[in-house]
């Protein structure tokens, strides 16, 4: 089953774009290392901050996305990328890259000038601590891991969907992430392990 007819058939053709929570209450918004800043007086970046948000949004994945089940990661780019190489995304994430099925399509959020990486695996496949840094880093030109691009405003937005049981994950940076509830039934199941 391709992308499109995930959305359609599980979610009403609703579109992956980064501001598709809105107005929507089966999404909730969380917020990262609250109270805390990026930065320390002295200009310096806040490390404590970066380890709470990196270890919050682990616990989360480790909920969402457990063991062998399979996880669909929607890499959505603003530019068009050559051979589906998305800024060295695969090699940075996946463990064993001949365990993926691999597709994509143009973005209909960036009326077709961007493009849709899709890679469907199993979680234990998926290296999260690197892709959690990778997200968290995305403000910030000089922290490493991070997607590779020349302009902040560039980095791929990253979509984790888990099939079986509808919930979407998009870690937008390192102030927060939504999660899409496809009923108030799971939504309460993950608020009571939280």
Not at 84 to 89: E, R
Request: net charge negative.
């Amino acid at each position: 089953m391709n992308l499109d007819q995930i959305m359609q058939d599980c979610y009403g053709g609703m579109a992956l774009e980064p501001q598709m929570w809105k107005n929507d209450p089966l999404f909730e918004l969380f917020d990262l290392a609250k109270d805390q800043y990026q930065f320390l007086e002295n200009g310096e970046y806040n490390e404590t901050m970066f380890s709470s948000a990196r270890k919050e949004v682990s616990v989360v994945i480790n909920q969402l996305f457990p063991g062998n089940q399979e996880v669909i990661i929607v890499i959505d780019t603003a530019s068009q990328t050559v051979n589906g190489k998305h800024h060295g995304f695969v090699r940075k994430i996946i463990k064993q890259r001949k365990s993926v099925i691999f597709s994509s399509h143009q973005s209909d959020y960036h009326k077709g000038e961007g493009e849709q990486l899709i890679l469907t695996t199993i979680s234990q496949n998926i290296d999260w601590s690197k892709l959690i840094v990778c997200l968290l880093n995305q403000d910030f030109l000089n922290r490493k891991p991070r997607f590779k691009t020349t302009k902040e405003a560039d980095y791929p937005s990253v979509y984790l969907i888990h099939p079986q049981n509808g919930i979407i994950l998009h870690v937008y940076d390192d102030r927060g992430y939504v999660i899409y509830f496809p009923d108030e039934v799971i939504k309460e199941a993950f608020e009571k392990q939280k």
